[in-house]
């Protein structure tokens, strides 16, 4: 049975709240981004450049700005210290594993450092969470 990854939202949104990085690159960004691992859906509210929410949802009923996410294995990948080549970003795990980046590309480009800059504080706060 495959293992299950579950995004650690308090830590996230802590660790996103306590980012000089973050905040620089999120300044004036309001939008919702729906993650997807897998089956699980997650939306994270940004506005004016802060976290207001970030929590899992039991369905994709909700209206986002920006969809991002792929499979369960591809996750595991990402968000591993260390990730293999392609895995490093969002970006190239949709071109070579599978991954969705959607909805409003020019948002999404316009604010891609923010974006990058929620994976490094997920990878961050999932690799604490398994130690």
Known sequence: ?????????DAIRKGLATDPEWGLAARYWSADIRFFVGADNYVLRVEDGRVAAFEQRPDASFAWTILIGGPVDAWR????????????????????????CGGDL?????YYAAIS?????????????RS
Do not use: N, S, W
């Open 77 to 100: 990948e990402l968000l591993k210290e260390v990730p293999r080549p392609y895995y490093q970003d969002f970006l190239p795990a949709q071109v070579f594993h599978g991954f969705t």
């Open 117 to 129: 800059r929620i994976l490094v504080v997920m990878r961050r706060c999932a690799v604490q969470a």
């Open 1 to 9: 049975m495959e293992a299950l990854v579950t995004l650690p939202v």
């Open 106 to 110: 020019e948002a999404l480009y316009a």
